[in-house]
């Protein structure tokens, strides 16, 4: 009975590494989909807004900002960003990529592992958009 619940802990540190410790290859997590507009998806969202010059470096502030966020690709100079977010328990990452194409700039977050959310990606984009103003 211990080998077996020594074998689920094993299992259990496996996974948490592998959540942690995947590589993020910013070739596939670095883009925007190509049509974009506002909309919820089953493990993140889309927010579309007007783009004024200062957008792109205020946004960048406020997702510095996130607890758990780094920059995984990108600057606002660039024109598009790719953030991480990670989970603050399981460590699970999150993308977040915030560019401007024309005179719009889209937001687009999505989770990397699993298929739901619950709504945690949403959440951080009405919330880095409510702060932007």
Do not use: C, K
Request: charged fraction near 20%; glycine fraction near 10%.
């Amino acid at each position: 009975m211990g080998w077996i619940l020594g074998l689920l802990v094993l299992l259990f540190v496996a996974a948490q590494a592998w959540v942690r410790l995947a590589p993020a290859d910013p070739g596939q997590w670095h883009a925007l989909p190509e049509t974009a507009m506002d909309r919820d998806l089953e493990g993140g969202a889309i927010r579309v807004i007007p783009a004024y010059p200062d957008t792109l470096a205020r946004l960048d502030a406020i997702a510095r900002a996130t607890p758990r966020t780094t920059v995984l690709a990108g600057s606002p100079a660039s024109g598009m960003t790719t953030y991480v977010t990670r989970s603050a328990f399981w460590g699970f990452p999150d993308y977040t990529t915030v560019g401007q194409r024309g005179d719009r700039v889209i937001l687009y977050a999505r989770l990397r592992f699993g298929r739901g959310d619950f709504g945690v990606n949403r959440a951080r984009l009405d919330r880095w958009l409510a702060e932007l103003g």
